[in-house]
């Protein structure tokens, strides 16, 4: 069964700190993507990945970097981390055309 | 660009009752493919169903069942005969054929009534 695996669960963070979300999937998908949810906004896009060593940018990368140095692993990290970042991030996998599947979410705290 | 568009923030039914949710797109291509997520109060997302723009029978899994209306831009998702399980937040997505990113909707809460 397709698994996708997000570390860690839960952070806090200070502010002007980095912050690294890591995502996992065991899938062998090429797609990755890293997502926020924020209560009436839905799922955002923040970056996505075609494969290793493969980035792009998506909705809202502001003040997010993403790595992707395997087929499996995918980070988003957050250099100088700031309270409006403080969300609930979600990481998928999908091959192009197909349905994602998507990790249990990291709820992060800038304070 | 893709933009995906859902306006009713919340519905509440009763049980083994029939539950229809709106969902509005824009792209600029002639190609693409829909899907309808849930989510869970626990927060974990699953795939329910999908319609591919090109395919005119509406796609069905269970009990649950899409209204595609390609000229309107609208992909609803209908749910028979509800249970209480069915209460969870409902998303619609979309990815166009050349981009390999969906976007989503913001989302709608769906409360199932005993």
């Known amino acids: 069964e397709a698994a996708v695996t997000q570390s860690p669960r839960n952070k806090v963070a200070v502010t002007g700190g980095k912050v690294t979300l890591s995502c996992n999937q065991t899938?062998?998908?090429?797609?990755m993507y890293w997502y926020r949810q924020d209560t009436g906004h839905g799922l955002r896009l923040i970056h996505y990945?075609?494969?290793?060593?493969?980035?792009e940018k998506g909705d809202i990368p502001d003040g997010y970097k993403a790595s992707r140095p395997s087929q499996e692993n995918f980070s988003l990290i957050l250099e100088l981390a700031t309270p409006s970042q403080t969300s609930v991030y979600f990481c998928?996998?999908?091959?192009?055309?197909?349905?994602?599947?998507f990790g249990p979410g990291t709820r992060l705290t800038v304070l | 660009a893709q933009k995906v568009t859902q306006t009713q923030t919340s519905i509440s039914v009763m049980e083994k009752t029939t539950v229809t949710m709106d969902c509005v797109y824009e792209?600029?291509?002639?190609?693409?493919?829909l899907f309808w997520y849930k989510q869970t109060a626990s927060g974990e997302i699953v795939f329910l169903i999908r319609q591919d723009s090109y395919k005119k029978e509406n796609a069905t899994v269970g009990h649950y069942s899409l209204n595609f209306q390609k000229p309107k831009s609208s992909i609803g998702l209908i749910i028979t005969a509800t249970q209480i399980e069915d209460s969870a937040v409902y998303f619609c997505?979309?990815?166009?054929?050349?981009?390999?990113?969906?976007?989503f909707g913001a989302g709608t809460k769906l409360t199932v009534k005993p």
């Open positions: 990945s075609y494969g290793a060593g493969s980035t």
């Open positions: 998928a996998s999908g091959d192009a055309g197909d349905e994602q599947y």
């Open positions: 792209t600029q291509d002639s190609s693409y493919f």
């Open positions: 997505a979309m990815r166009d054929h050349n981009n390999n990113a969906p976007r």
């Open positions: 899938n062998n998908h090429n797609n």
